[in-house]
């Protein structure tokens, strides 16, 4: 409740209720940042958040526009993503952002990071969207335990630069499969 203004903007263009900018410069980062641990993050989903970057910083066509009260905050996503510790996948995209896309350090959400954002884009250049070009790893199979080696297999990749969120993914994809089996 106490941050319901930065996340939905009730009647906003034809009368539907539609995520904010700042909301939405959280939630594609974390789900682009879900991507890379899962199976993989695609040129074009970094490609959408550029466009949630740009958007943040300007007026919307066609007649929508922020007002004053709503215009994004940068500072605020900033300390948002530094609480979910997600500021260091952030500095990587804007690296991405800027090395890939030419985007220009206004629309920045926080200071660009050569070296996270290097490894970012090798990881985008090798596995693609949901892994589909990695060769590093094949998944070949539907048998949990296959997955299971696979997902532990893409954490190892991923340890050195997110150590604390990689070594947490084995027990949660076990505690997920548990849930789904409980709720069966």
């Not at 106490?2 to 009368?15: A, M, P, Q, R, T």
């Not at 539907?16 to 959280?26: A, D, H, Q, R, Y």
């Not at 260091?88 to 690296?95: D, L, P, R, T, V």
Request: with cysteine; net charge positive.
């Amino acid at each position: 409740n106490s941050n319901k203004d930065i996340i939905f903007l009730l009647e906003y263009g034809n009368g539907f209720s539609t995520p904010s900018i700042e909301f939405n410069l959280i939630y594609i980062l974390q789900h682009c940042y879900m991507h890379l641990f899962e199976s993989g993050v695609g040129l074009r989903q970094v490609m959408d958040y550029y466009f949630v970057l740009r958007t943040a910083n300007k007026e919307v066509p066609d007649g929508f526009s922020f007002d004053s009260a709503q215009e994004p905050k940068f500072q605020k996503v900033s300390d948002i993503l530094k609480s979910l510790g997600l500021l260091k996948f952030a500095s990587a995209m804007m690296w991405v952002q800027k090395y890939v896309f030419g985007l220009e350090e206004k629309y920045m959400i926080c200071e660009p990071s050569e070296k996270e954002g290097k490894f970012l884009l090798n990881e985008i250049i090798q596995s693609g969207n949901f892994g589909k070009y990695d060769t590093r790893l094949q998944m070949d199979s539907n048998l949990k335990f296959k997955q299971m080696h696979y997902f532990l297999k893409r954490a190892l990749l991923i340890v050195g630069h997110y150590p604390q969120e990689a070594l947490w993914m084995p027990w949660y994809f076990a505690w997920h499969f548990i849930m789904k089996l409980i709720k069966r």
